[in-house]
């Protein structure tokens, strides 16, 4: 059975940073690129940004350019976030998402976690 399992969400000032892991279990990590993606009140579910099986190619939304930075370990199977200089519009729940393509919309992953709330003050 797959399992991916989020951590490290939290509450955050404005300016600071936040660094989320996501655990997949079942033996799809290697073989599977992986994703981080978010929504945020009352909006729909939004990339934010994927990187390859290899870990060595990535793509990142533009509002997160030069902020957040996606990682995999392959050995550990997990997949990081790190966010700096995060914004109050950061605030959401953030998945991450393991699928088959290397593409950026979410219909391209076929496994989700159950997601983590970061919350930014002002």
């Known amino acids: 059975q797959v399992q991916l399992v989020e951590s490290g969400g939290g509450l955050v000032q404005a300016g600071g940073s936040l660094s989320l892991s996501c655990a997949v279990s079942?033996?799809?990590?290697?073989?599977?690129?992986m994703g981080w993606f978010r929504q945020g009140p009352g909006k729909e579910r939004e990339f934010v940004a994927v990187?390859?099986?290899?870990?060595?190619?990535?793509i990142y939304a533009d509002f997160v350019k030069g902020r957040f930075t996606i990682s995999r370990d392959n050995a550990k199977n997990t997949v990081y976030l790190r966010m700096n200089s995060l914004k109050p519009e950061d605030t959401a729940v953030y998945y991450c998402?393991?699928?088959?393509?290397?593409?950026?919309?979410?219909?391209?992953?076929?496994?989700w976690g159950q997601g983590t709330q970061v919350t930014v003050s002002s």
């Open positions: 079942g033996r799809i990590f290697r073989s599977n690129v």
């Open positions: 998402a393991a699928g088959n393509l290397y593409a950026t919309n979410f219909q391209a992953f076929g496994y």
């Open positions: 990187i390859s099986r290899s870990g060595i190619s990535t």
